[in-house]
């Protein structure tokens, strides 16, 4: 089992940057492939970047955020990183952490294929 928690949101103001923190419970976290996503009111929830488990060299991004933003891991601090630069108004959404078992070694943008999910932390961008 895999507890996941969410820190680091909040209102900030177009071109700003924040960095989100994904804390894991558990032994196995090194072995876990670890996501983003993202849900705007009234959207579905969308795909924002993935990270392989143990080493975090491969890292996948949606077009929107690729370039302003960055997935990464520390596997001594069972945390999941995401860096977020030049931030946009369309970016306000609460965003979610989410884990695969550590059977499943490929990173993914399907939520489906995310066991563990965190709480959520709400980002609001403001122009």
């Known amino acids: 089992q895999v507890q996941l928690v969410e820190s680091g949101g909040g209102l900030v103001q177009a071109g700003d940057s924040l960095r989100l923190s994904c804390a894991a419970s558990?032994?196995?976290?090194?072995?876990?492939?670890m996501g983003w996503f993202r849900q705007a009111p009234r959207k579905e929830r969308e795909f924002v970047a993935t990270?392989?488990?143990?080493?975090?060299?491969?890292?996948y991004y949606a077009d929107s955020v690729k370039g302003r933003f960055t997935i990464s891991r520390d596997n001594a601090k069972n945390t999941v990183y995401l860096q977020m630069n030049s931030l946009k108004p369309e970016d306000t959404a609460v965003y979610y952490c989410?884990?695969?078992?550590?059977?499943?070694?490929?990173?993914?943008?399907?939520?489906?294929?995310?066991?563990?999910w965190g709480q959520g932390t709400q980002v609001t961008v403001s122009s």
């Open positions: 989410a884990a695969r078992l550590p059977r499943y070694s490929s990173p993914s943008v399907y939520d489906y294929d995310y066991d563990y």
């Open positions: 558990g032994r196995t976290f090194s072995g876990n492939v």
């Open positions: 990270i392989n488990n143990w080493t975090g060299s491969r890292t």
